[in-house]
């Protein structure tokens, strides 16, 4: 019985300590490990395949849209990213520079990608030439380093897996339909695939990617009560298409520049996952996103009959569409349970003789551990009614856990305790003064996360300073 309980006594309470409560469930459900190259993470296969899930949804949801992918080099020649100013200014910190290809030095180093809109760029200076060849609406998977002092698993590692859209416009309003038309794209997959609600709005001008003209962003809220970046997209304008000279030849026959656009989600969303909807067991995987949604766990397998059976459900789930596997391994059925349960599976059939004499199965939801009987003829229409539910009840848990820890502050004094106090969202007024945003990040540990697209008029003043409010904002601690 001990030995049963070995896997979850070695997970640390998320009350006592969040930090390694999370460390915990990222290893003890094997999606990653470390390396030997610093900051950088080995993503295992149970890792990989949530990540190649996000990768299957989002990659349909793009191509619904018109996107296709390519795929561009991952070293930037130093001159390249020189050309946009502020672009350069923005990332030089954590540029990764490649100085000598074998023995020999470089006559120009080159950095590791740490994203590609220079790239982009420099290929549509020369793929560009007509109001024809628009739009370019091109997506790209591919790895990024940046290097970063603090990493931790999935939320900030030095090298990371994402996708980074970029596409080229003849006006600016096409480019602003899109920009809002990922960030939308990425909304509706988080809450409907991750069950992870979101805040959508704009970043400041403190806040936006550097050399965009603006970037809008989806906010979420971990169940310790800090912000995730979950997703951004960013209208560039055409200030990258004047630093690369890209041109077209309009139906006027004059000479414009493009207005461009880039968008981006990461392997950060696994981590997102984790910290919305773990708990003390382990992982709680959403159904839609879960790479196996159903684990079938026999009890007494020994016994004539049991296995056979076992498989037929198991084949009979498949067929009708579901992600399910069979436990047959000699572990005993109570380690199997809390493997299970570690690894978030959403689903679990429990089933032994006499539930076989009686033509039934056990249903054990993951996330209320709820049990339901059901019929065994029945289980493909049961449990994917089951799945359903439990994908719609994560999504409302997670909404009502970030709307209870979201607080209104109309004075500062106010603004000041709840910061201190409260871990969550705190909406307040702001005047627009960057002045004002980084006052309010020096003395109360808070930043802010977006102007949101729905405003609430809280008051008429500025929670700093008092003068008259032009935004409402979400603030808050993030990771």
């Not at 109001?131 to 790209?140: I, K, T």
Request: with cysteine.
């Amino acid at each position: 019985m001990a030995k049963e309980k070995k896997l979850v006594e070695a997970i640390t309470s998320m009350d006592e300590d969040f930090a390694q409560w999370y460390t915990d469930v990222v290893k003890k459900a094997e999606l990653c490990d470390y390396t030997s190259v610093k900051g950088c993470m080995v993503i295992k296969p149970a890792g990989y395949a949530i990540w190649e899930n996000i990768q299957h949804e989002l990659d349909r949801r793009f191509k619904e849209t018109g996107v296709e992918n390519v795929y561009l080099p991952m070293l930037i020649p130093e001159s390249l990213l020189q050309k946009e100013k502020d672009h350069v200014e923005g990332f030089a910190p954590e540029v990764a520079w490649v100085t000598h290809g074998g023995l020999e030095e470089l006559q120009e180093r080159m950095c590791v990608r740490p994203t590609s809109e220079t790239l982009f760029c420099d290929f549509y200076q020369n793929d560009i030439h007509s109001y024809r060849d628009l739009p370019r609406v091109y997506n790209q998977w591919c790895s990024v380093m940046r290097w970063e002092k603090t990493t931790r698993p999935f939320l900030r590692s030095r090298e990371f897996l994402w996708q980074e859209g970029h596409t080229a416009h003849a006006t600016a309003e096409e480019a602003e339909a899109r920009t809002i038309q990922m960030l939308n794209v990425y909304a509706d997959f988080c809450e409907q695939v991750l069950a992870i609600p979101v805040i959508k709005g704009r970043k400041t001008d403190k806040e936006k990617f550097a050399g965009a003209e603006a970037t809008y962003t989806i906010e979420s809220l971990m169940h310790d009560g800090k912000a995730l970046q979950s997703g951004t997209s960013h209208n560039f304008g055409d200030g990258f298409a004047k630093a690369f000279g890209i041109q077209f030849a309009d139906k006027d026959n004059k000479l414009k520049y493009v207005h461009q656009t880039s968008w981006g989600m990461t392997t950060r969303m696994i981590g997102a996952i984790i910290m919305v909807h773990g708990d003390n067991s382990g992982l709680v995987l959403p159904p839609h996103i879960a790479p196996t949604q159903v684990m079938i766990i026999p009890i007494r397998q020994q016994q004539e009959g049991v296995l056979e059976k076992a498989n037929e459900i198991k084949e009979a789930l498949a067929k009708s569409g579901l992600r399910v596997k069979l436990d047959d391994s000699e572990k005993s059925p109570g380690w199997k349970f809390s493997e299970q349960e570690m690894r978030g599976i959403p689903v679990r059939i429990e089933l032994g003789p006499k539930d076989i004499e009686n033509g039934v199965a056990v249903i054990v939801r993951r996330d209320t551990r709820e049990k339901i009987t059901a019929a065994i003829e029945e289980l493909p229409q049961k449990i994917a009614e089951v799945l359903e539910q439990e994908q719609h009840d994560m999504l409302e848990r997670a909404r009502a856990h970030r709307d209870a820890h979201t607080y209104e502050a109309t004075e500062k004094e106010e603004f000041k305790k709840i910061a201190d106090e409260k871990p969550g969202f705190i909406k307040a007024m702001w005047c627009g003064c960057q002045e004002c945003e980084d006052a309010i990040k020096e003395e109360f540990g808070v930043t802010s996360r977006c102007i949101p697209f729905h405003q609430e008029q809280l008051s008429d003043k500025c929670i700093y300073c008092g003068r008259p409010a032009t935004k409402m904002v979400y603030w808050g601690k993030a990771y």
